[in-house]
Each structure stands twice: as C-alpha cells, then as structure tokens.
C-alpha cells in the first residue's frame, strides 16, 4: 500500500530514532537489573511514578493560529483536571516540541500514543513560556493560557511536528514527575510549495426521513410531518443552520438530498405534525424553514451542487439485499429525475446528478452496477475501499476510471474520517482539526514534484461540532500555502494517476460491519407491496397526482440510508405507509345490501356504490353474478352482467341491473369492482335474491279477478246515483200539495215547525240501497 511504501521509502525521522533509543533503553532495563544490586525502595518509587504518570488530564481547548508562520505567536488555550487521589503542588504547565513527522503513518502513531514517555517525548520548552499552578485538588480543574513566538519553537525544515503540553508536579509529596500530557501537531509551510494539492471538500446536507405519506384532503394537500424534530435543526444553532451558515464561507462542494428541500419547502407552508397519541396539530414552524431555505439558496449561488438520488437511497443495500425482489432497482430512475426538478423548483441552480455516494465509499462490483444503472457516471469511494497494492508511494489523484465509462472518485480515507467521534468538546476538536492539517501538508510532501487532486467526504450527517471543526480546518488551509480549492465536478475530470489502482474489490471484501447495518430483504418486499397497491389504486383516480406523488416519494424514503442502525423506526414508517394507501383503497366501495324479493318474470336490482375519496374515480367496472343462473338471470339472460362506474369525489352511485326469475326460490348474487384492465378491485358483496316467477296462466285470473271488482264497482256507483234521484223527486211533490192546502184554511204561523218526514214511498227499494227493517 502507498503507506507501507512510504516507511520504507523515507529516511528514519529523528522521532524514530527517539522512539528506538526509547526502547533499547527498555530493553537494556531487565540485564542491568541482573548485573547491579539495587534495594527494594527505588523500585517501589518507579511503580508510584507509573501508576501517577496519568493522573492529570490535559485539554487543549485551543490553538492559534492552527497554521503559523514565522513571525506569529503561538497561543495555546486549555484545561488541566486532577483525576487523581491526591492533592498536586508547585506544577507547571509545559510545552514540548517534538522532532517532524517524516509522513502520514508517523502521525497515525503519534495520534495514537497516550501517556508521558522518559526520553521519547521532548523536553519542555521552560523559561517564561511556562504556567505555574501552586495548588491542584483532586477533582478540581485549572485553565491555562501558553503563549510563545514561534520563533522559540525552533522548527527548522517545513513539514509537520509533534506538540505536547504536559502538567508535571508533586502527588502528595512525592516527587516531581510529569503527570499528564495531551499531543496534538503543528504543521509548519512558512512558504507556498511550487505545487499544490488540489482540495475537493464535499459538503453534506443530508436529513433523517421526517415527511409521511399522509396529506390533508384540502386543495394544498396539507402534509403530515412524523415529527416536528427538523425544526430544531433549521432553528439557529442547529445541526443544518450551521452546516448552511458556514459552508456560505467555505471553498467547498454542496452535496444535497433533494429530499430534505422538499421537506423543508412543506414547512414553509400549512403543516400537521403527528402526535405521540396518533392526532395531528398544525406545524409552527414556517418561518424558521422559510429562513433557512432563503439562507441556502443565497449560499449555493453559482457555487458547485451535486444532488444525490432523492432521499439518498443505499446504494449497497439494493445491490446486496434488494436485488432478488422484482422491482426494487426500478426506483432509483425516477428519484434521480425528481432530484434534479427538486433542486431547480427550490434552489434555482442547475445541479449535477451524476454522482453516487455509496455508504462510508465502499464499493464491490454489484454496488457499481447498481450506481450506475440510474445513470451516474462517477462513483464517491474511499480509499480504504480501493486500496492501493503498493505500486506508488504517495497518495494518488482521486479520479480513476474503473470501466464502462465510470469514473470512481477516491476520496482520502484519513482526511474524510478526521472528524468522527464526538467533538462537541474544544479538546477533542483541537485535536481533529489539527491532525487533519496535519496530514493535508504530509500528503502534499509526499510528492512535492507532482500536483495532485484530493477528495474529502466526510461521514453523511455530521453533527453541529463536527461541522464547526470541519469549518476552521478549511479555515486553516485559507492561507493555500499547499492546497487550493477545487469542485467535485472538476476532480472527476482531472487526470489520473496511470499507477493508481482502478480494481474494484471483490464482494467479499466488503466490509462486515457496514454489511450487518443493511436495510433488511423485508425491506423491498415492503416496497414492492406498497408500490403494486398503488398502482392498482392510481388506475382508477381521475387525479392521480395527488396520490403518486406522496406515496412515490415515501417508497423512495423508504430505501434511505439514513435509516441505517434504526431497524425499528424503519419498520413503523413502512408499515405506516402501506396502511394508510390501504386505508385509501377502501374509500371506495360496495354498501351492503340486505335480502330482496324479486316478483314477476323481470325487475331491476340497484347495486350502490360509494366513494369517499375527495377526488372522482373512472375506469372502473361493477359486475353482478348471479350464483343460480337456471333460477335467475341478469341482463337478458347473462350470468354476469356489468356496468362502468364513475363518480364525484364525496358521492355515491346507484347501479341498476335488470333481472330475469326463471323459477322460483333464493339465489345468492355476488356483486364486484373491477378495473377497466379485469383487476379486482376491492372484496365481494354477496346478498341473496328471492326468485318468484308468476305464469301467463296465473296472471289471466288476476287480470280477471282485478276487472270484476272494478265493473262491480261501478254498478254500484250507477244504481246508488238513481235512487237518489227518485227521493229527491217524491218529496218535491209532497211540500206542492202541502203548500196548497194551507193557503185556503189557516195561514202558516212562523212558529210552527217544518214537518221532518214525507209521505211513506209504495215503491221498492232501489238496487244496490240499503233498507233498514
């Protein structure tokens, strides 16, 4: 590997050779102890020094300038703690300037060195650059403040060196001793070199999923946010409002999920967040996002952007877990084309889709397959993917062509990984940022001679320290005194390196630890059953947008990396999904009928349909089988009978079909939704049909029967008419002869009553009368 070449190319540093007389010291110990007499005393007061010799923690909270030149003072700012049992007195706090690193894995060492050395670590600087503490308690923790010309560091030939700042005193009266001491490096470039290694830093702006499928049914279609978490990383001071505000500064390359803007973008609007309890209550948050999307659009002006697929799918899961279910690959076309109109729509820049990261860069041939089956020509690995087999003592180029037209950008393993772990401490981003300079002006001394392109990628989603320590490393390179600033898009076309290696690892080289944090094979089955239900839903929509596009963008949220390490939370999103496109599909459905009695040889049988949806549905085919076609036939003497269905969003539609009983008795019909393309839609509604078939024979005296009673009728009509008629005669002709008669005898006397009676009647009864007897 390039670094087993440059041990065995490079001169013995003095560090080594301080190292190795360090150990030969060591070593000499056991004989020397054989051949003198020495009593039991000193060697107890030994074991006491090693036991105390980390008793003291040393923080270098900072240090500036991180990349001095000659006429600076360096200033170092930090913490001694007491982690011991006993009370220190008369410390010092010390600088120590170790000989320069002669290349990179000198420092890997280095960095990993813990614990005062006698005679391997350098002695203290002393005189007035030191700072006296009188008293230390256990327990109790001191600042400090060394402040030294870099003049009096005696740094001679550019290249990187050894710091160290050590507390030594007295334990308890012991004796003096150093008792803790914390090694960071100091990379010394007074002058620019002739040639300077070209710098791609990319800049990840890449989210956890936080957008679920569910939308409000209102024109806007309200979105339903899982949590309201993303706004605290907006918010000032957030994870993503820093990496905004200090990529603004910064000569690097935005990499972006699209996602993450379309997520931000429904902030800006009318939002529900869904409660821990399942109910939603309206989003506060609009101004915050509408903030940071005005921040980041001003930032990524005429700047590099490079849009990864939409909600950053794993690569390496769908090559290595996706690939066996049908369809899973299928998906990451249309999220590279939507990231592209996702980024224009809310950014207003053209970004570059023509690159794939996979998870931590490690690459094997079926994640390349994979990489580029959606398009992209150029792969982000690291070079602790593609190792290099020796052939070439230094660090190459990034770009190597790795077949078929791809490109794979080697990004520097050491630099990329500089800022894992946490750094929300001064200390331990101190340290961060300083070995990465560190080992940027190694690299650039490997070749002095040769110009070279260097990539860093950092892990996906840094952390709010880890962003700061990035920032003021590239602010330590402002200077370029052995790097200059190029875009990720131009470093993929630079030249390569023709000894670098170009071989993909085997699959089986792939490493187990990334391998085991994979999205399940569960995973794409999920996928697969969620995307058949939508297709089979969209069919029947009149405005399928408003589902396809919520519930393609959670599929695809359903593939991200982001949900590595969170098994659990991955499931319930998923499940989430398909249950509420579920949900959905049974808004449009059969009302159950109860049991009906069909009389006569034909009738109709209504068959209600109802949709519940907020849009109309079409293309949709209601059929009606009949169980017993010998007893009851459908639709002129079909089996199955069917209609076309089409109806209004928040309507419902009565379905008539025409119905023929051949013989009497139940028969069970069964009524079904199908799509135009004879897919079922829906489950079966079966309700029974009471079948009575009436004979021309039967109907005859019905008929009969009906006109009887009507001609009956009438007569009785006529002949109550008539007797009518003769009473009302008889009684006009009495009063006539009653009249006559008074008028010649007594005249009639206003008091005397009208007779109530006429005279008895001779005549019969009239037909159809009543005669009361």
Do not use: C
Request: hydrophobic share 40%.
């Amino acid at each position: 590997m390039a670094e087993a070449a440059e041990f065995q190319g490079m001169a013995t540093s003095p560090a080594r050779r301080w190292l190795r007389r360090a150990a030969a010291l060591l070593a000499g110990a056991p004989l020397l102890a054989g051949l003198l007499y020495l009593p039991a005393a000193p060697v107890t007061h030994a074991a006491d020094r090693a036991s105390e010799a980390d008793t003291v923690e040393v923080a270098l909270n900072s240090l500036s300038p991180s990349v001095p030149v000659k006429d600076d003072t360096l200033t170092i700012s930090g913490t001694v703690t007491n982690k011991g049992k006993k009370t220190i007195t008369d410390a010092e706090v010390d600088l120590r300037v170790g000989p320069r690193m002669s290349g990179r894995p000198d420092i890997d060492e280095a960095a990993k060195t813990t614990g005062y050395t006698p005679g391997a670590d350098a002695k203290a600087l002393g005189g007035p650059y030191r700072v006296k503490i009188d008293r230390l308690a256990t327990g109790i923790s001191e600042d400090f403040t060394l402040t030294v010309p870099v003049s009096k560091l005696k740094l001679d030939d550019a290249g990187v060196y050894q710091l160290g700042v050590s507390l030594s005193g007295r334990a308890a009266g012991g004796y003096d001793q150093v008792l803790g001491i914390e090694r960071t490096f100091l990379p010394w470039q007074p002058e620019a070199v002739d040639k300077r290694t070209q710098l791609t830093f990319l800049w990840p702006l890449i989210s956890n999923t936080h957008l679920s499928a569910e939308t409000g049914s209102d024109e806007q279609q309200t979105p339903v946010f899982e949590n309201d978490a993303l706004a605290a990383e907006l918010a000032p001071g957030g994870r993503l409002e820093q990496l905004v505000s200090l990529g603004s500064q910064l000569p690097i390359t935005w990499v972006i999920d699209p996602d993450l803007l379309a997520t931000v973008d429904a902030m800006t609007r009318n939002y529900e967040v869904r409660t821990e309890t399942g109910d939603t209550v309206p989003g506060r948050n609009q101004a915050v996002a509408r903030q940071w999307l005005s921040s980041l659009e001003q930032a990524v002006q005429d700047r590099p952007v490079v849009a990864l697929p939409f909600a950053d799918p794993d690569l390496a899961s769908l090559a290595h877990r996706g690939k066996d279910v049908s369809g899973s690959l299928s998906h990451l076309q249309p999220a590279t084309a939507v990231a592209e109109t996702t980024v224009e729509t809310v950014l207003h820049v053209k970004p570059s889709t023509d690159f794939a990261w996979p998870v931590e860069g490690a690459v094997d041939p079926s994640i390349v397959d994979v990489a580029t089956s959606a398009g992209a020509h150029n792969i982000i690995a690291r070079s602790d993917s593609l190792k290099e087999t020796g052939s070439v003592s230094y660090t190459p180029s990034a770009a190597r062509p790795i077949g078929g037209g791809t490109t794979a950008v080697v990004a520097d393993a050491r630099l990329s990984k500089a800022f894992y772990g946490d750094l929300s401490k001064a200390g331990a981003s101190t340290l961060a940022v300083q070995q990465f300079l560190a080992q940027s002006l190694s690299l650039t001394h490997q070749a002095p001679d040769a110009q070279r392109s260097i990539v860093v990628a950092p892990q996906r989603m840094p952390t709010t320290g880890q962003a700061q320590a990035m920032a003021r490393a590239l602010q330590g390179l402002a200077g370029q005194r052995w790097t200059q600033p190029l875009d990720l898009i131009a470093a993929a076309e630079a030249k390569p390196d023709p000894n670098a290696t170009t071989r993909v690892p085997a699959a089986s080289q792939y490493p187990k630890n990334l391998r085991a944090r994979e999205l399940p094979v569960q995973t794409f089955q999920d996928i697969k059953s969620t995307q058949e239900t939508l297709d089979y839903f969209k069919v029947i929509l009149t405005s399928p947008d408003r589902v396809v596009t919520p519930f393609g963008n959670a599929i695809n949220r359903e593939m991200s990396t982001s949900w590595r390490g969170r098994a659990g939370v991955a499931t319930q999103y998923r499940t989430g999904v398909q249950s509420y496109l579920e949900d959905l599909t049974t808004e449009v459905r059969l009302i159950q009928k109860s049991a009906l009695t069909l009389s006569g040889r034909s009738a109709t049988i209504p068959v209600t349909v109802q949709n519940k949806l907020v849009q109309g549905v079409d293309n949709l085919v209601l059929r009606l089988k009949s169980s017993n076609p010998t007893r009851l036939r459908l639709d002129g003497g079909n089996v199955i009978a069917e209609q076309p269905i089409k109806i209004n969003g928040g309507h419902s539609q009565s379905v008539k079909f025409t119905a023929a009983a051949n013989a009497n008795g139940p028969v069970q019909v069964t009524a079904q939704l199908y799509t135009e393309d004879g897919k079922l839609y829906g489950g079966p509604m079966t309700f029974t049909v009471k079948a009575s078939e009436i004979t021309p024979t039967v109907m005859l005296v019905i008929a009969g029967g009906v006109l009887l009673l009507v001609l009956a009728g009438v007569r009785m009509y006529t002949q109550r008419k008539r007797a009518a008629a003769r009473e009302a005669a008889t009684a006009g002709e009495a009063a006539d002869e009653a009249h006559d008669s008074g008028a010649a005898d007594t005249p009639e006397q206003p008091s005397d009553p009208t007779p109530d009676t006429g005279p008895e009647s001779a005549d019969p009864s009239g037909a159809g009368e009543k005669v009361d007897r």
